[in-house]
């Protein structure tokens, strides 16, 4: 492994790539990162970057996002890292959805692929999803795939009809509302910290809901808490103990694991940059007309 990452870090050199890493990725994926974060974190540090090449170690949707914002090259290791979530609506469920709501603007959560980011009006991400749906100048929008997010952010956004798809993510329906009670009585007084793609009994038990950086956020204005019961995938609790040793990690279910996220092994990031295969492409039309949605959500956070 040694001498893998050795090849990793001088190939990198020799051509100016930049790994970004999702924060589910496997321990030694995360170890090799030149970035870490959350969907959003990511698609600015690809927007960002002076790098020539993108090794981007998370699933499908996030590397076409980096190639819709840096027209760079960009490599996904695993190919086949797909999102079920994002599967769950299409181009065509969108053009529908137009003709069922007309003048109503619609919004899609980032786990959308690039042809469904080419129809939809504003893109968001699980940790500005609040704030760009309030921003939005219409009292009513359609809110795609994520039915649990969607219902998150319909509590919070209390001024707005919110229509709902009735999509999720497979992976944290697998926390249980039971889970997170059996820890809490194992652990009374850790705090529990939720993704809103869980389903609405688990987010109702938690002291705090919110997407991957939030919870880094929320660990780092609690100092005085020793434990927290970390409720989305499994591998956010690596990244959080790398960034507090001192306090503890449970995750609330050891079977949240999303298997797609696993996929990208550092074999496939050395494969990636000696062969700089394979590329994630687009057609030009779609790029255009997906990166006005992202771009209209960065317009509403006032970036």
């Known amino acids: 492994m040694d001498e893998t990452i050795e090849k990793i870090k001088q190939l990198k050199k020799e051509k100016n790539a930049v790994i970004l890493a999702h924060n589910y990725q496997l321990p030694e994926v995360q170890d090799i990162a030149d970035y ?5 974190d990511l698609s600015r540090k690809a927007k960002e970057t002076n790098a020539d090449i993108i090794i981007f170690c998370g699933v499908h949707f996030m590397a076409e996002t980096a190639y819709i914002l840096s027209k760079k090259t960009v490599i996904l290791p695993d190919i086949t890292s797909g999102c079920p979530l994002a599967d769950m609506i299409t181009k065509k469920d969108i053009l529908e959805l137009r003709k069922k709501y007309p003048d109503v603007p619609i919004v899609g ?3 959308t692929s690039a042809e469904v980011k080419s129809e939809i009006d504003y893109c968001c991400t699980s940790a500005n999803a ?13 809110f795609v795939p994520d039915k649990y997010l969607g219902s998150f952010v319909k509590r919070k956004v209390k001024n707005k009809e919110i229509i709902l798809w009735d999509g999720y ?7 249980l509302d039971d889970d ?6 194992k652990y009374p007084s850790a705090k529990v910290v939720v993704h809103p793609e869980c389903n609405l009994a688990v987010q109702e038990l938690a002291d705090e809901v919110c997407g991957t950086s939030g919870m880094i956020k929320y660990v780092k204005n609690h100092p005085e ?9 499994v591998g956010m609790c690596y990244r959080l103990k790398k960034l507090y040793p001192q306090q503890e990690f449970i995750p609330a279910s050891e079977v949240a694991i999303c298997p797609n996220m696993k996929k990208n092994t550092l ?29 209209n959500m960065f317009e509403l956070m006032g970036k």
């Open 225 to 233: 808490v020793k434990t927290f019961i970390i409720g989305t995938e």
């Open 267 to 295: 074999e496939k990031i050395l494969y990636s940059l000696e062969e700089l295969q394979p590329q994630v492409v687009l057609d030009e039309e779609i790029v255009i007309k997906a990166k006005r949605c992202i771009e």
């Open 109 to 111: 959560y980032i786990n």
């Open 36 to 40: 870490l974060g959350d969907s959003l």
């Open 130 to 142: 609040v704030e760009v749906v309030s921003n939005i100048p219409s009292d009513k929008v359609v």
């Open 180 to 185: 997170i009670k059996k820890l809490k009585k």
């Open 169 to 175: 993510c497979p992976t944290h329906l697998k926390i």
